[in-house]
């Protein structure tokens, strides 16, 4: 399948590389990488609408500041590759027109619940990331990675393996990353730019979830919910989210962590994690999916409805 899909990526005339929705760190550097690779011909599709962006964090990444949104791309690509998307309802809007004409389609990814959506899938399930599988790819088929190309999936890498503590990380994880150092990633740059560089909203907005966060089951479920009025109130952008759930989750006693935000369509995005249990079962049950100790869903049902039904099923869980 690696060799299929290199051959697919040279005979094709356009391409459209597309991150999934709310991008993060691992599908973001793959994107950059997998341009980086394919050149001119490739574009990348950020899954944001008017007015939201990517995680101003990752702006350091190349090639980001001239991808296409969902507001400006155009229907004219034969192939497209998804990158770090778990499931096709995580390609939305326009995205999924282009997506379902496009003659070549291509899943990369590496979410356990993945089911291989498209016309050529690539899933390993079992690795860290999918920077970690984008590398295997070019290791096998003996293709150069370039400092641009390495620098990417080191942020890939990086981030979503929470700084190589997840249980996600094998020895070859810690070999591709040492692999990509000595190709002359500064990886000591890369991870404060990742991690050390937070705006002072951000660091307040967390700061106030995490203090009104509840506990349930003797200390072992612990969620916080964050209201429309909550983001307003600190001038939130949604990535300002991130990193709450691994705080929460750390905290001796607990076993499950949740985050619940109030969308705009009167929904409920959950975020979760867990010590020991599988958390992909809990998603599961919702529509979502993940990985066994990092998931997540939608439900759609307001904040407080939410998390009584999820609270509900956890219970019953553990």
């Known amino acids: 399948m690696i060799k299929k899909i290199f051959d697919l990526i040279e005979s094709a005339e356009k391409i459209l590389i597309i991150t999934h929705v709310n991008p993060d760190g691992d599908t973001l550097g793959c994107a950059c990488a997998m341009k980086s690779y394919i050149g001119e011909k490739a574009d990348i599709l950020v899954q944001v609408s008017k007015g939201k962006s990517y995680p101003e ?3 350091f990444l190349p090639y980001l500041k001239k991808a296409k949104t969902l507001d ?12 770090d998307i778990a499931s096709v309802d995580r390609i939305v809007e326009n995205a999924r027109e282009i997506f379902n004409k496009a003659r070549v389609t291509i899943n990369i990814d590496h979410h356990k619940t993945n089911k291989g959506y498209a016309a050529y899938n690539h899933i390993l399930g079992s690795l860290s990331s999918t920077g970690e599988v984008i590398y295997e790819m070019f290791s096998i088929s003996g293709k150069k990675i370039t400092l641009e190309m390495a620098e990417c999936l080191y942020v890939s890498i990086l981030t979503d393996t929470g700084c190589f503590k997840y249980e996600t990380v094998t020895p070859r994880t810690l070999q591709i990353a040492a692999e990509l150092a000595e190709i002359g990633v500064n990886t000591a740059d ?22 009104n966060a509840k506990f349930e089951c003797d200390d072992k479920i612990v969620y916080t919910l ?20 691994e705080l929460l989750r ?27 249990k599988d958390a992909t079962l809990i998603a599961k049950k919702f529509g979502g999916g993940g990985h066994t100790r990092s998931a997540g869903c939608t439900i759609k049902k307001s904040l407080n409805q939410s998390i009584l039904c999820l609270l509900d099923e956890v219970r019953k869980y553990i």
Do not use: H, W
């Not at 209201?227 to 759930?245: H, N, P, Q, R, V």
């Open 57 to 59: 964090i990752y702006s």
């Open 72 to 83: 400006n791309v155009e229907n004219i690509y034969d192939t497209v590759i998804c990158l």
């Open 190 to 211: 890369i991870a404060s730019k990742c991690y050390d560089l937070k705006p002072k909203t951000m660091v307040m907005f967390q700061s106030y979830c995490t203090s």
């Open 226 to 245: 964050i209201s429309k009025e909550t983001m307003g109130k600190f001038s939130a952008k949604d990535e300002y989210t991130e990193g709450i759930c």
């Open 250 to 276: 750390s905290i001796k006693s607990v076993e499950f962590a949740f985050v619940l935000k109030e969308t705009s369509d009167n929904s409920t995005k959950v975020s979760m994690r867990s010590k020991q």
